[in-house]
């Protein structure tokens, strides 16, 4: 999910109108740009949570917070710019390196 929000996943919009309504058109990662299984731990909580379904406990969301902030971080001591706006898309990478050099 995090990877996703930082380089691939944006609803485009035209005058209030969604231009990738589907998944044709709205990119997402693939397996190819997912960690290998034998990087991901699973853990399971000791107790069930009263308001969870069936015990469950949610907790993918809280672990991508930091994703997007590692990768553009990542992307500036690479590069030495800084993109702000996410996706971090190639085109956005090329356009910070031009305006890098403009200076």
């Known amino acids: 999910m995090g ?5 691939f996943e ?9 231009r990738n309504p589907n998944f044709t058109d709205y ?5 190819i740009q997912m960690p290998l299984i034998r ?7 000791p107790e069930p949570h ?3 379904p069936f015990g469950a406990k949610g907790f ?6 930091g994703v997007q902030a590692a990768i553009a971080n990542a992307i500036y001591r690479a590069i ?13 990478v090329l356009q910070a390196l031009e305006t890098k050099k403009g200076m």
């Not at 944006?10 to 969604?18: A, H, K, N, S």
């Not at 993918?60 to 917070?65: I, L």
């Open 3 to 7: 990877i996703g929000d930082a380089l």
């Open 39 to 45: 990087d991901i731990t699973t853990v399971f909580a």
């Open 80 to 92: 030495g710019v800084r993109i702000k706006e996410l996706p971090i898309t190639p085109e956005k």
């Open 50 to 52: 009263k308001d969870g």
């Open 60 to 65: 993918g969301e809280v672990a991508t917070v």
């Open 27 to 31: 990119r997402m990662p693939s397996v």
């Open 10 to 18: 944006e609803m485009q919009l035209e005058r209030g109108v969604i």
